[in-house]
């Protein structure tokens, strides 16, 4: 069964880190982009950052470039999210999901319908 498990998330002041992880089980996770979106309360689903099946190649949203990281451990089947110098409106749940390609696609990672398949959400607070 094909499943994608998010954890790490939490509550954590201004100013902090978190490091989300994203497991993946039933597929081989090696041969597809893996994203990560979050969703504020009212607010709609955004595409927060994306890797291409090998890490080789990233995308991020302009509100976290420079202070968010994603990676991945293929070995691990693993995909993670380090989160430096968090900021209140950081604050949403944030879900990972599995590309349909390999690659992440130019400006089209950051759109829902790129994406097959979505882990349940884990809850950042950023508040203090």
């Known amino acids: 069964q094909l499943q994608l498990v998010e954890s790490g998330g939490g509550l954590v002041q201004p100013g902090g880190s978190l490091r989300l992880s994203c497991a993946a089980s039933?597929?081989?996770?090696?041969?597809?982009?893996i994203g990560w979106f979050r969703q504020a309360p009212g607010k709609e689903r955004e595409g927060v950052s994306c890797?291409?099946?090998?890490?080789?190649?990233?995308n991020y949203a302009d509100s976290v470039k420079g202070r968010f990281t994603i990676s991945r451990d293929n070995a691990k089947n693993t995909v993670y999210l380090e989160m430096n110098r968090l900021k209140p409106e950081d604050t949403a749940v944030y879900y990972c999901?599995?590309?349909?390609?390999?690659?992440?696609?130019?400006?089209?990672?950051?759109?829902?319908?790129?994406?097959?398949?979505w882990g349940q959400g884990t809850q950042v607070t950023v508040s203090s």
């Open positions: 999901a599995r590309g349909k390609y390999y690659y992440c696609s130019g400006y089209a990672w950051r759109y829902r319908n790129e994406y097959d398949y």
């Open positions: 039933g597929f081989t996770s090696e041969y597809y982009a």
């Open positions: 890797i291409s099946n090998s890490g080789d190649s990233t």
